[in-house]
């Protein structure tokens, strides 16, 4: 085997990896959510280290008030009505004088709970997974941004298609070449 074609393989794989990886997060952020009917948020702050570091992307599945434990990690709008959102831990739950449910929340680096209860109408839903690092990439790509990285991210894969099938052609055409030139007198 000649240092060319090693270089190539090499290469290949190389290529190969890094598109499975980046599939592999577009799926887990993109597609599987939005299948499943759940949300992705970015995790901004440390209130929830270790296991939630700023940083993650925290997909959140919807989720009844009265499937919500003790230990649940759910993400609620801290005002009803309000997009501001915190993804913290139930530590407690309790009814109110309606026979509504009240949940206390806390972050598991918090030293206390958090100041107000939370109602279920706050409740966006549970955590269902964590994507480490890719909360930063949601972030960034919002907007008309993000329909500028799908673009690139297609075309990256139609492009790496391309690479593929004209290393094959390439590596084909060459090998007939040798046979007939080796079979020739």
């Known amino acids: 085997m000649n240092l060319g074609r090693v270089g190539r393989i090499v290469a290949g794989l190389a290529c190969t990896i890094i598109v499975l990886a980046a599939v592999g997060e577009i799926t887990a952020a993109v597609l599987v959510p939005r299948v499943a009917g759940a949300t992705p948020y970015a995790v901004q702050t440390g209130s929830m280290q270790p296991g939630l570091p700023p940083g993650s992307l925290a997909v959140v599945r919807p989720v009844e008030a009265e499937d919500v434990q003790v230990g649940t990690v759910v993400t609620y709008q801290l005002r009803s009505g309000n997009p501001t959102v915190a993804t913290h831990r139930v530590v407690s739950i309790g009814i109110d004088t309606e026979g509504g449910y009240r949940f206390r929340t806390q972050g598991d680096a918090n030293g206390a709970?958090?100041?107000?209860?939370?109602?279920p109408v706050q409740v966006k839903g549970a955590l269902w997974y964590e994507v480490p690092y890719l909360g930063h990439v949601n972030e960034y790509v919002t907007g008309s941004r993000r329909q500028v990285v799908m673009?690139?991210?297609?075309?990256?894969?139609?492009?790496y298609a391309a690479f593929m099938f004209a290393t094959a052609s390439i590596d084909r055409f060459s090998r007939s070449r040798r046979r007939t030139s080796v079979g020739s007198p």
Do not use: K
Not at 113 to 119: G, H, L, N, Q, S
Not at 151 to 159: D, E, H, N, Q, T
């Open 113 to 119: 709970m958090d100041p107000e209860p939370v109602r």
């Open 151 to 159: 673009i690139a991210v297609v075309s990256g894969l139609f492009l």
